[in-house]
């Protein structure tokens, strides 16, 4: 990538965190990057496209991190569990403003819907890796369930995904684990 791009990237990272989509400009990513509008204009044709590649870059930093957690030794439900809980953290979990925050969730679904639908498909693709090693260790059936392992993965990621979405963030971990507990015995 280039360095300008980096740049750009970084800089329109930290005036959608400060100011929020609505409020940043092509002008004010231009300021903070140091880098004229023509270069930015150059390399993304909008606002909405810096924003899709700044939503790209944190899937792609989720990604890696889930990559480092399935190499754990832990057992099939630990490291979903694992995943979950770090999932669990909002994507603009770390911004203190509401309104903000809120802003941004609205525009990323929005103007990222393949963006948001390509991060689910891969979360759910990690939680059927997940499960079928299960299936071969022999800590998860799924013949009583007359279900795929990709069908029950799709299952929890979108359970919990309704957790998330709820905004209460004062007992997740207990949701998570009272929701891993449901499918765990399902599948015994």
Known sequence: MLTS?????????????????SATTISMISKYADISRVTIHKQFCSKEQIFRQVLNQYTADMLEQSAI????KHGCWQKIEALLTKWGDEIFKEI???????DLIYSAKKYCKNELLEMR??????????LNQGIKDGSVCLEKLAMQASEVAYLIEITFSGLVNTGREDNRQDQISALLKVYRT???
Do not use: P, V, W
């Not at 740049?7 to 930290?14: E, V």
């Not at 957690?69 to 754990?72: G, I, P, T, V």
């Not at 498909?121 to 997940?130: D, M």
């Open 186 to 188: 399902a599948t015994l």
């Open 5 to 21: 791009t980096i740049k750009i990237l970084n800089a329109a990272k930290h005036c959608f965190y400060q100011h929020g989509y």
């Open 96 to 102: 203190g403003d509401e309104i903000i925050r809120n």
């Open 121 to 130: 498909e891969a979360k759910c693709s990690i939680i059927e890796q997940l």
């Open 69 to 72: 957690m399935l190499k754990e």
